[in-house]
């Protein structure tokens, strides 16, 4: 809003803003989460990385430099971004590393991957 408008209501509701306010303050930290995993999820990179995984389950970085065509350092950034942002788990097998989505992640991002995979379908039904 600029500077010199200002609201032209009458009368607030008091009472439906204030149930407002209690649901943001009740759900304070699921917003600090899903927006802190949709921050990370913006980086389209990032995002290719999230889907592969979601739909394979785990994989490691070297499969996923080879289906991105990008370097296995540029794929480590990404990996560790969403490492320390605590949306990925790892398993070691030898000296092999295996990435996977945390559960509580995944139950957030499926619904954007439906979306990408039920846009798909449209487009090839044309």
């Given at each position: 809003m600029e500077k010199n408008?200002?609201?032209s209501r009458i009368f607030a509701d008091e009472k439906?803003?204030?149930?407002?306010k209690i649901?943001?303050?009740t759900n304070a930290n699921a917003f600090?989460?899903?927006s802190s995993l949709l921050a990370l999820a913006g980086n389209e990179v990032r995002l290719k990385i999230l889907f592969l995984l979601e739909e394979e389950h785990e994989l490691c970085?070297?499969?996923?430099?080879?289906?991105l065509e990008m370097?296995?350092?540029?794929i480590s950034q990404h990996l560790r971004k969403l490492k320390d942002g605590n949306v990925l788990q790892t398993r070691r097998s030898g000296q092999t590393i295996y990435y996977s989505l945390k559960a509580e992640n995944l139950t957030l991002l499926q619904p954007l991957f439906q979306?990408?995979?039920?846009?798909k379908t449209k487009l090839s039904m044309l």
């Amino acid at each position: 809003m600029e500077k010199n408008q200002s609201c032209s209501r009458i009368f607030a509701d008091e009472k439906q803003i204030n149930n407002c306010k209690i649901k943001l303050q009740t759900n304070a930290n699921a917003f600090e989460q899903l927006s802190s995993l949709l921050a990370l999820a913006g980086n389209e990179v990032r995002l290719k990385i999230l889907f592969l995984l979601e739909e394979e389950h785990e994989l490691c970085p070297c499969d996923i430099a080879d289906i991105l065509e990008m370097s296995i350092p540029a794929i480590s950034q990404h990996l560790r971004k969403l490492k320390d942002g605590n949306v990925l788990q790892t398993r070691r097998s030898g000296q092999t590393i295996y990435y996977s989505l945390k559960a509580e992640n995944l139950t957030l991002l499926q619904p954007l991957f439906q979306h990408i995979i039920n846009e798909k379908t449209k487009l090839s039904m044309l």
